[in-house]
Nanobody, 114 residues
């Protein structure tokens, strides 16, 4: 019922920025809470940021002040602007939402390395 496709990952140096996008195929995007998760090798998937239907954001402590989550309901897209990237941000980033169950995108790799 909900399909999510992430894009925008890549290889960057510490201190640089990336913007991830998540395109959602659903007729109820505007009423969904949208989330970004990350999963580093050997670690659990963890919540990075959440955005309410109206655009109110919440961030994990590790990214506060560096990342911004936003959404464009007209485009059924949620974004994660990642600034001042650090090596510890290296992970696969997943878009997520919940309707009658959890829905996940395929993930996009972010690698931060000097």
């Amino acid at each position: 019922q909900v399909q999510l496709v992430e894009s925008g990952g890549g290889l960057v140096q510490p201190g640089e920025s990336l913007r991830l996008s998540c395109a959602a195929s659903t007729n109820i995007f505007s009423v969904l809470v949208m989330n970004w998760y990350c999963q580093a090798p050997g670690k659990q998937r963890e919540l990075v940021a959440t955005i309410s239907p109206s655009g109110a954001p919440t961030f994990a402590d590790s990214v506060k002040g560096r990342f911004t989550i936003s959404r464009d309901n007209a485009k059924n897209t949620v974004y994660l602007q990642m600034n001042d990237l650090k090596p510890e941000d290296t992970a696969v980033y997943y878009c997520n939402t919940h309707f009658w169950r959890d829905f996940w995108g395929q993930g996009t790799q972010v690698t931060v390395s000097s």
